[in-house]
C-alpha cells in the first residue's frame, strides 16, 4: 500500500532531525514566553533561563501551565503577541468552569489548515470527498478548524454541527456524503436515528471515512460504530483541544487507527507522559499517564508544559510506523481524564474500561452510565454501578455476562442494572458518562426509580 502524504518532508523527517528541529522550535517558543508576564515570572521563580534549555530534561525543571492557572489569567490569558496581531479568540467549552480565551494569529491559524490537512491526508481523504461537519461551532474551536482542513485538502464539506439528526439522516444519503466528522457518541445516535426513519447505514449510506474525536473512545466503542456502516468504513481518531490550538495535535494513520494509537504532530507540539501524582516522567511503554504538551510554533498563547488532564502511555512501536511517520511518536488513544477516574473500594475504575467491556458484550443497546454514590462531602465515589440498556429480545444472562466480565477487567465487582432500549440518555456531543444519583433522575427517572429499588435487594442479587 502506497502512503500519501501532505507535507512529506515533515512527515517522513527521521528522528534525529527532528529532535534537532524541535529544540530550536523550543528556544523561540521560550522567547516568546518571555512576553507574557506569568511565564516570565514562573521561570524567574524556579531560576530557569531558557538559553539553557536544551534537551528533554531541561524541559523538566520548568514550571507547568494548568487549567486553574489558565482561568485564572483570564480574560487575556498567556496572549504573547500584540493585539494587532491576534486574529482571532477562541474558548474553551468551560464544562468545569469559566471559559477561558486562547488568541490565535493568522500564522496559528494557518498552521490549524496545515495540521489538519495532514491529519486528513492520513486518514484516506481525497479532494473528491463529501463531507459532513458536525463538531461545534461558536466558541469552541472544532468545527471551524474541521472547516480549515477540508477546505486545506479540497474537499467538499458542509457545516452542519452537532444536531439536526433528522436532516443529517436523509441528506448522508441524498448528497452520498463519504465523510463524517463527530464525536462517536454523536455518530452512534445518528445510525439510531437512521434506523428509526427506516434507514439502513450499511446499506443507504456511502460513507466511507470517520474522523473522530472530542471525547475518550476504545476501539469497541469504534468497531460497533463501524459494524453499522458501509463494508469498508474505517473509523480514524484525531485529538485536540482549544488550549492546545485546535483539534489536530494527532491523528490516526491506516495502521495507527487499527492499533488504538495516534501519531502526534512533533514539529508542533512537545510531548511528555508523566505521572499525574509525582509529575516523575514515564518513558516505558503502556504505562498510563497524564499527557503534558508544550507548544512549538503557536504565536497568539503559547503553551509551555501544558497539563491535559487526558490519560495516555507510550506504545512499544511510537517511534515506528509503516506509514512512514517515524518521527511523529504513536501514543495510544486518551483513555480518560485524571478526574474521571473513580477509586471503587480502593480499585481504580475508568469509564473508558466499563466502555469497553460494554460495547463488546452481545446484546447491550447504545446507552450505558456509570452511577456513583459519593461520601457525605460528595468528593469520593464509595460505590459505582454499571447501568446498560440492552437491545430488544436480548438474553436476560447478559446482566451477568457482564458482571463477570467487567470483574476480570476491574478487579472488582460491580452491580449491572438493565434498562430497555432508548431509557438512557442520548448525548450530540461529547456522552457523560459519570453521574451521581440524583443527575440520573433527572435524566432517567425510570430508570433512576428502579436502582433505588434494586438497592433493597439481597447482596448477591445486587451483583447482577
Ligand atoms: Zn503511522
Same mark, same amino acid.
Given at each position: 500500500m502506497t502512503t500519501t502524504y501532505w507535507a512529506a518532508d515533515i512527515e517522513t523527517m527521521p528522528r534525529e532531525h527532528m529532535e534537532r528541529l524541535q529544540f530550536e522550535l523550543l528556544a523561540e517558543t521560550l522567547r516568546s514566553c518571555l512576553q507574557v508576564p506569568h511565564y516570565r515570572e514562573g521561570l524567574a521563580r524556579v531560576g530557569a533561563d531558557p538559553r539553557d534549555v536544551r534537551t528533554p530534561d531541561d524541559l523538566a525543571a520548568l514550571p507547568f501551565i494548568d487549567? =486553574?492557572?489558565?482561568?485564572?489569567?483570564?480574560?487575556?490569558?498567556?496572549?504573547?503577541?500584540?493585539?494587532?496581531?491576534?486574529?482571532?479568540?477562541?474558548?474553551?467549552?468551560?464544562?468545569?468552569?469559566?471559559?477561558?480565551?486562547?488568541?490565535?494569529?493568522?500564522?496559528?491559524?494557518?498552521n490549524i489548515g496545515e495540521l489538519g490537512a495532514r491529519n486528513l491526508t492520513a486518514m484516506g481523504l481525497r479532494s473528491s470527498d463529501v463531507a459532513w461537519q458536525c463538531y461545534g461551532y461558536g466558541l469552541w474551536i472544532g468545527g471551524s478548524s474541521l472547516d480549515r482542513a477540508y477546505e486545506r485538502i479540497g474537499a467538499t464539506a458542509f457545516p452542519a454541527g452537532p444536531g439536526r439528526t433528522s436532516l443529517a439522516v436523509e441528506r448522508l444519503r441524498d448528497l452520498g456524503v463519504t465523510v463524517i466528522s463527530c464525536t462517536p457518541t454523536f455518530a452512534l445516535l445518528l445510525v439510531e436515528r437512521a434506523r428509526a426513519a427506516g434507514i439502513d447505514p450499511a446499506t443507504d449510506w456511502n460513507l466511507r471515512v470517520g474522523i473522530f474525536g472530542g471525547e475518550a473512545m476504545t476501539p469497541a466503542a469504534l468497531a460497533r460504530l463501524s459494524e453499522a456502516m458501509p463494508a469498508g468504513f474505517r473509523a480514524h481518531n484525531t485529538y485536540g483541544t482549544t488550549e492546545l490550538g485546535g483539534p489536530f495535535v494527532a491523528g490516526t494513520c491506516e495502521h495507527a487507527a487499527q492499533q488504538g494509537t495516534f501519531h502526534v504532530w512533533a514539529d508542533h507540539h512537545l510531548i511528555e507522559i508523566l505521572d499525574p501524582d509525582t509529575g516523575e516522567r514515564i518513558t516505558e511503554p503502556g504505562v498510563r499517564g497524564e499527557l503534558v504538551v508544550t507548544s512549538l510554533q503557536r504565536q497568539g498563547s503559547p503553551m509551555l508544559r501544558w497539563r491535559t488532564r487526558d490519560l495516555t502511555s507510550w506504545v512499544e512501536d511510537s517511534w515506528a510506523c509503516p506509514c512512514g511517520r517515524v518521527a511523529h511518536p504513536k501514543i495510544s488513544w486518551?483513555?480518560?481524564?485524571?478526574?474521571?477516574?473513580?477509586?471503587?473500594?480502593? =480499585?481504580?475504575?475508568?469509564?473508558?474500561?466499563?466502555?469497553?467491556? %460494554?460495547? =463488546?458484550?452481545?446484546?447491550?443497546?447504545?446507552?450505558?452510565?456509570? %452511577?456513583?454514590?459519593?461520601?457525605? &462531602?460528595?468528593?469520593?465515589?464509595? &460505590?459505582?454501578?454499571?447501568?446498560?440498556?440492552?437491545?430488544?429480545?436480548?438474553?436476560?444472562?447478559?446482566?451477568? &455476562?457482564?458482571?463477570?466480565?467487567?470483574?476480570?477487567?476491574?478487579?472488582?465487582?460491580?452491580?449491572?442494572?438493565?434498562?430497555?432500549?432508548?431509557?438512557?440518555?442520548?448525548?450530540?456531543?461529547?456522552?457523560?458518562r459519570v453521574l451521581d444519583r440524583a443527575e440520573l433522575a433527572d435524566v432517567a427517572p425510570a430508570v433512576a426509580a428502579r436502582l433505588a429499588v434494586d438497592d433493597h435487594r439481597p447482596s448477591d442479587a445486587m451483583a447482577r
Open positions: 487549567k =486553574s492557572t489558565l482561568r485564572s489569567l483570564q480574560p487575556w490569558g498567556i496572549q504573547a503577541v500584540p493585539l494587532e496581531d491576534v486574529a482571532r479568540l477562541n474558548a474553551t467549552t468551560g464544562t468545569t468552569g469559566l471559559p477561558c480565551n486562547i488568541a490565535f494569529t493568522r500564522s496559528d491559524l494557518d486518551i483513555s480518560g481524564r485524571t478526574d474521571d477516574v473513580l477509586k471503587v473500594r480502593g =480499585s481504580l475504575v475508568m469509564p473508558s474500561q466499563v466502555e469497553d467491556v %460494554v460495547c =463488546s458484550t452481545a446484546g447491550t443497546g447504545a446507552g450505558w452510565q456509570l %452511577v456513583v454514590d459519593r461520601d457525605p &462531602e460528595g468528593l469520593r465515589a464509595t &460505590e459505582a454501578t454499571v447501568v446498560v440498556e440492552l437491545v430488544a429480545g436480548a438474553d436476560p444472562e447478559v446482566a451477568g &455476562e457482564l458482571a463477570d466480565r467487567l470483574r476480570d477487567r476491574l478487579g472488582i465487582r460491580l452491580p449491572v442494572v438493565t434498562a430497555g432500549p432508548g431509557e438512557l440518555p442520548r448525548y450530540e456531543g461529547k456522552a457523560r
